[in-house]
């Protein structure tokens, strides 16, 4: 078992900035990697960003230029620094941990969430 939990949400003008933490605990040695998903009222679900063990990251394109995914392995901790934010990026932010090992032994634990409301 793996248990995320997520700080920094909050309320924010359009343009400003704000920095979400996650951090991990439990069994986290097998966890492969590490990302943030948000889902605004209405929508469904969709990634923000994600970085691997190695090291890649992939972004949605709405966030690329703007959003910066890191990560701190020696405390298993995921950030999102999120700049320029725009009224459109008010969702609540899901943090998400990939762990397993190998092929049909993959899963996905998620954090309880942060809302993060970027008002005009």
């Known amino acids: 078992q793996v248990q995320l939990v997520e700080s920094g949400g909050g309320l924010v003008q359009a343009g400003g900035s704000l920095r979400l933490s996650c951090a991990a605990s439990g069994n986290t040695l097998r966890i492969v990697a590490m990302g943030w998903y948000r889902q605004a009222p209405g929508k469904q679900r969709e990634l923000v960003a994600t970085?691997?063990?190695?090291?890649?990251?992939d972004y949605a394109y709405s966030v690329k230029g703007r959003f910066t995914i890191s990560r701190d392995n020696a405390k298993n901790t995921v950030y999102l620094q999120m700049n320029s934010l725009k009224p459109e990026d008010t969702a609540v932010y899901y943090c998400n941990a990939v762990w397993g090992y190998g092929l049909g032994h993959m899963y996905d634990y998620w954090g309880q969430g942060t809302q993060v409301t970027v008002f005009s």
């Open positions: 970085a691997t063990n190695a090291g890649s990251t």
